[in-house]
């Protein structure tokens, strides 16, 4: 079976500044690896997404993430964030069997601050 | 693109009700997921159907059940509802093919049960 951990439920940040969300997985079979965005009562937007190839993978509004296979981890990075964003930001992974069961972690809270 | 539409966005029952949610997918996508995102939690995957038939399902128990129809639309349906059922819905499109599949998400049902 496969999990996710964000480490970080929350993280507060000042606009223009760095940011760095984090995700560590667990699965015993190779995956495929995700970053969703989730707006107040909006559903989950894909930021990026690692399927193969280079580790550093680019997204939409400036996002990256790095995968490390050896350290399980897939953490979201931005040089400098926007009051627009503040939201939900949710890690998931899923095998690569076809299948597209997702498992999500329990997403980090970003909040941007003027 | 249409995206993916859910209906309705917000609706209350109370506990022992049966609801039914549902989702028109993105256009062309033969391959539907529901997940439930409990207040505070990632989403769960609940099932998924691929050409209208059930092709996986989450720890969920038989009183959650779906339906995918041939013009991409489908139905989640919840029976004698609890109050743990109480959550935010989302619905999620695909088109199968080898490799990774993206999901895309509609907005979501929140169901309150009292």
């Known amino acids: 079976a496969q999990s996710v951990t964000q480490l970080d439920s929350q993280v507060p940040v000042f606009e223009e500044a760095p940011v760095e969300l984090r995700c560590n997985y667990s699965?015993?079979?190779?995956?495929?690896l995700f970053w969703y965005v989730q707006y107040p009562n909006q559903g989950l937007q894909l930021l990026l997404k690692y399927l193969s190839g280079s580790t550093l993978v680019k997204g939409i509004n400036g996002f990256e993430a790095e995968f490390n296979k050896s350290q399980t981890s897939f953490h979201l990075r931005k040089p400098s964030v926007h009051i627009s964003d503040t939201a939900e930001y949710f890690c998931a992974v899923s095998v690569r069997s076809g299948s597209e069961k997702l498992v999500f972690g329990k997403g980090t809270k970003l909040t941007v601050n003027p | 693109e249409t995206g993916v539409t859910q209906s309705p966005t917000h609706l209350i029952k109370t506990r022992g009700q049966q609801v039914t949610l549902r989702c028109s997918s993105q256009s062309g996508h033969n391959t539907v997921s529901w997940y439930q995102q409990a207040l505070g939690q990632g989403p769960q995957f609940i099932f998924q159907y691929y050409r209208e038939e059930e092709n996986g399902r989450g720890n969920f128990p038989p009183r959650f059940s779906g339906l995918q129809f041939p013009n991409y639309s489908s139905e989640l349906n919840v029976n004698a509802l609890e109050l743990d059922d109480s959550a935010l819905y989302l619905c999620?499109?695909?088109?199968?093919?080898?490799?990774?599949?993206?999901?895309?998400f509609g907005a979501g049902s929140r169901l309150t049960v009292l």
């Open positions: 699965s015993s079979v190779s995956v495929y």
């Open positions: 999620a499109s695909s088109f199968e093919a080898p490799g990774a599949n993206v999901l895309t």
